[in-house]
């Protein structure tokens, strides 16, 4: 979440002269405004008016249900089974769905083609079944080569490659499958038919697995109707629920808007990044189902929150005042903050305040603990981005290892995988508490993702102005190379990562799957956002576009 863009410069503006020490960047406005406030106001027949749509989906279910009783073998269970997954509808069907990949993991194979074997591999792995990669053997020659009849196998070749990116540190086998199934699905991915083409062509932009499920779910639908072998029953249900949810998501997106505009951050803190509905999208790629609905907007609201702090330290505040600043985090006092400058009291007591609903909503259920971990992991990001500013303002270049000992803190993901439990159900316990804030190995993993992709697409940004080193520029004094083998060198880390948390939800049992899945799909948001370049703060392009196809526009029957 660093601040990684442009916006307009404050209304509560810095001091200008020689002796100023001002680093504000030019952030554009909202991209959205009222937007969602005006055009979404909540219908007072939305439950007539929905009645027969949710009458038609729990029929639609009992026939899927049934499609999964009576599937005639394993490879049109599997089959059925990704549909589901990618339509954005597994959610109705998780008991059903684990039954039947049990089976399947404890089932002889079916068959010995290679979309079968693929895609057995890639679902059970998905799913928290540690099946080993040697399965891929069989498809390679003697000199350890694959087999060339797979080339022309383009099914075969797109599983396999969607397959790859579940791989762990040691499978090696899948490093090269990978480099079979691209270099062969790029060199004939002009001579295919779509939908297959359009399969194709989406996977070798972003994998599967990377992906985050509401998007995924919007675009597959397009695929999926022109794909002759589909279930018409099965699209059915994909749309009508998406078409319900998306309902929902638009008041949450509406409230939250609501709840931010009246604030008042963006008219008093014009400094900062306005990106409310994009707070709510991100959210959306950590939880979209409807019993998610209140951890969806606790973690909205802790986003939003966090992306000012960054600001404040970042494109605002002198060290001596942002030193009185994280004191005042540090004690939680809401009556030491009347001493600090407005811009300083103004976040705290949004932070304060904030945290206190939660607490409040949560005492009732008795867990208002949960928001002390939260309070704990703000204090954490705020310490090290007191740090960070006294590096900037020192022109203290670290090595790397020194570099992501507080800037892993800073990018607020170990904070938000902490916020992401706390507006969820039972499941998130106070041992799964304990758990996350204890900055596992999956954490630091996913906070290595978000710094070294934040840091390769925003750092021509960031040396337009006074800012900290990044973890591009800390790698180039280090090692002594380019930029481009520093950015280089950083994306490849950041596949180490990713195999490192596909390893980590194979093998953690310390907190259930549905705390894990919010992690990795915070991870997974950061792919969407940042990969190409920071869509966040820069929201007019293609973050713009994923919020229309997600919240504006209407699904298409």
Request: charged share 25%; hydrophobic share 40%; with cysteine.
């Amino acid at each position: 979440m660093e601040a990684n863009g442009s916006m307009p410069h404050s209304s509560v503006s810095c001091a200008s002269g020689p002796e100023t020490n001002c680093f504000l960047a030019d952030y554009h406005p909202t991209v959205w405004g009222d937007y969602f406030i005006e055009n979404y106001p909540l219908p007072s027949n939305l439950q007539e008016s929905q009645a027969c749509i949710i009458k038609r989906i729990e029929e639609l279910k009992e026939e899927v249900m049934n499609l999964l009783k009576n599937a005639n073998d394993h490879l049109q269970e599997m089959e059925l089974i990704d549909a589901l997954q990618r339509l954005g509808v597994a959610y109705h069907f998780e008991k059903e769905i684990d039954k039947i990949l049990r089976q399947i993991c404890n089932a002889q194979m079916e068959g010995d083609d290679l979309h079968t074997v693929a895609l057995r591999f890639r679902l059970l792995r998905q799913h928290g079944y540690n099946i080993p990669a040697n399965v891929f053997i069989k498809f390679k020659e003697v000199d350890g080569s694959f087999k060339a009849i797979l080339r022309n196998d383009v099914k075969g070749l797109l599983s396999l490659y969607e397959a790859t990116y579940l791989g762990i540190p040691e499978d090696d086998i899948l490093d090269e499958a990978l480099n079979f199934a691209k270099l062969h699905l790029k060199s004939i991915e002009s001579h295919m038919r779509t939908p297959l083409t359009t399969r194709v062509l989406y996977a070798l932009e972003l994998p599967l697995h990377r992906r985050t499920r509401r998007l995924e779910a919007k675009n597959y639908m397009s695929i999926y109707q022109e794909d002759e072998g589909r279930i018409n029953m099965v699209l059915e249900l994909a749309k009508l629920d998406f078409h319900m949810l998306q309902s929902i998501h638009r008041e949450e997106v509406r409230s939250i808007s609501m709840w931010w505009k009246a604030l008042g951050v963006a008219k008093k803190l014009t400094f900062c990044r306005d990106r409310i509905v994009e707070c709510y999208f991100w959210s959306l790629g950590v939880y979209f189902e409807p019993q998610y609905s209140r951890a969806r907007i606790y973690i909205t609201k802790v986003i939003a929150l966090l992306s000012i702090m960054d600001d404040i330290y970042d494109a605002y505040g002198m060290v001596e005042e942002l030193q009185a600043f994280t004191e005042v985090i540090q004690r939680w006092d809401i009556e030491a903050a009347d001493q600090l400058e407005e811009v300083y009291k103004l976040h705290f007591f949004n932070l304060y305040n904030t945290f206190k609903e939660f607490e409040d909503e949560l005492t009732k259920e008795g867990n208002s603990y949960r928001v002390e971990y939260l309070k704990e992991s703000v204090k954490e990001v705020s310490r090290a981005c007191l740090e960070e500013a006294k590096w900037r303002d020192e022109d203290y270049v670290p090595s790397l290892k020194e570099h992501l000992t507080v800037s892993l803190i800073s990018c607020c993901y170990a904070a938000l995988s902490c916020a992401s439990f706390v507006g969820m159900g039972e499941e998130a316990t106070k041992e799964a508490f304990d758990w996350v804030t204890s900055f596992p190995r999956i954490i630091k993993s996913i906070c290595s993702i978000c710094r070294f992709l934040d840091d390769v697409v925003s750092d021509e940004f960031e040396h337009e102005r006074k800012h900290v080193s990044s973890a591009v520029h800390c790698y180039i004094k280090e090692h002594g190379t380019s930029m481009q083998e520093a950015c280089e060198k950083l994306l490849g880390m950041v596949e180490d990562d990713w195999k490192i948390l596909n390893q980590e939800c194979l093998s953690t049992t310390a907190v259930p799957k549905s705390l894990i899945m919010r992690i990795i799909n915070l991870a997974r948001i950061m792919e969407i956002i940042y990969r190409k370049y920071d869509s966040y703060t820069h929201s007019s392009g293609i973050m713009k576009d994923h919020i229309t196809s997600l919240l504006v526009e209407p699904i298409s029957f």
